[in-house]
């Protein structure tokens, strides 16, 4: 049974992809999409391209939609994922590690992450931020004063 998605590839995409495969200068996932996408232009069906490649049946119907929308540059070249931005700016950390290293507030014997996330939102430096984010930021300074790898190692 064909897929219900035709392919039809221009002589010169056919070309472009026989060129791209033969060059031998790209990823395994990119070289599996080009000869997929030369299979279904082929007439092969889903079965006889998962069988031959070793893929699953939606990879061969991703390959198909990704050339009707987008072409064959969609096809070879995958799109950049977007960066996330950072949850605080470096002033912030900056702000967020001072606090870290002052003095708890009352009922408490340590700051916490909740309470520095709390904190974070009562200065307004965000609406919200998990713990998770404050752990993460504080993991990367070296703000451990037990640590001898600060060099204040107490004897």
């Given at each position: ?123 307004d430096f965000v609406e919200s931020i ?26």
């Amino acid at each position: 049974m064909k897929h219900p998605i035709p392919v039809a590839l221009s002589e010169s995409d056919r070309a472009s992809l026989q060129t791209f495969i033969h060059a031998g200068k790209a990823n395994a996932r990119t070289f599996t999409r080009a000869r997929v996408l030369l299979k279904a232009a082929e007439g092969w069906t889903d079965q006889q391209i998962c069988d031959a490649f070793d893929i699953s049946r939606n990879t061969s119907i991703r390959v198909r939609q990704l050339y009707l929308q987008g072409g064959l540059e969609a096809v070879l070249h995958d799109k950049r994922q977007q960066r996330h931005r950072q949850a605080l700016t470096g002033g912030q950390a900056a702000h967020l590690i001072a606090i870290a290293c002052s003095p708890v507030p009352d009922g408490h014997d340590h700051w916490t992450l909740r309470l520095l996330a709390g904190k974070v939102v009562e200065l307004d430096f965000v609406e919200s931020i998990s713990p998770e984010t404050i752990r993460q930021l504080l993991k990367k300074t070296n703000s451990n004063p037990g640590n001898t790898s600060t060099g204040a190692f107490q004897r």
